[in-house]
Nanobody, 121 residues
Framework: QLQLVESGGGLVQPGGSLRLSCTAS???????IGWFRQAPGKEREGVSC????????HYTESVKGRFTISRDNAKNTVYLQMNGLKPEDTGVYYC???????????????WGQGTQVTVSS
C-alpha cells in the first residue's frame, strides 16, 4: 500500500509562491502523479499531472505558465511549484498516484490527505 504525504501548503499573498511536495512511502518512478485541488463549496478538479517515466507534464488551463510539476524519483517525491498565486487558487491540494496520468480521479489508486493553500491579502 503506497502512502502519500503532501506538505508545503500555507497562507500566501496574491502574487506569491509556494512549493508543494508529495512524498511517497515507496518508489514513485512507476507511477503517474496527479495534483488535484478542492476549493470551498466546489468539486475537486485536476491541476496538473505527469506520466511515469516521461517528462511530459500536463496543466489545466488556469494554471499554465504559473505552476510547474516535477518529480525526483530518487527522493520518491513530486513537487508542484506554484508562482503568481491568485485568490482563486485557494483550496486543499491533493496528490495522487496511479498507472496513467489523467484528469479523472478514478484513474488514481492512492491519495494523500491534502494540504491547505490559502491565497489572500
Amino acid at each position: 500500500q503506497l502512502q502519500l504525504v503532501e506538505s508545503g501548503g500555507g497562507l500566501v499573498q496574491p502574487g506569491g509562491s509556494l512549493r508543494l511536495s508529495c512524498t511517497a512511502s515507496g518508489f514513485l518512478d512507476h507511477y503517474a502523479i496527479g495534483w488535484f485541488r478542492q476549493a470551498p463549496g466546489k468539486e475537486r478538479e485536476g491541476v496538473s499531472c505527469i506520466p511515469s517515466g516521461e517528462d511530459r507534464p500536463h496543466y489545466t488551463e488556469s494554471v499554465k505558465g504559473r505552476f510547474t510539476i516535477s518529480r525526483d524519483n530518487a527522493k520518491n517525491t513530486v513537487y508542484l511549484q506554484m508562482n503568481g498565486l491568485k485568490p482563486e487558487d485557494t483550496g486543499v491540494y491533493y496528490c495522487a498516484a496511479g498507472v496513467y496520468a489523467s484528469w479523472s480521479e478514478a484513474e488514481y489508486d492512492y491519495w494523500g490527505q491534502g494540504t491547505q493553500v490559502t491565497v489572500s491579502s
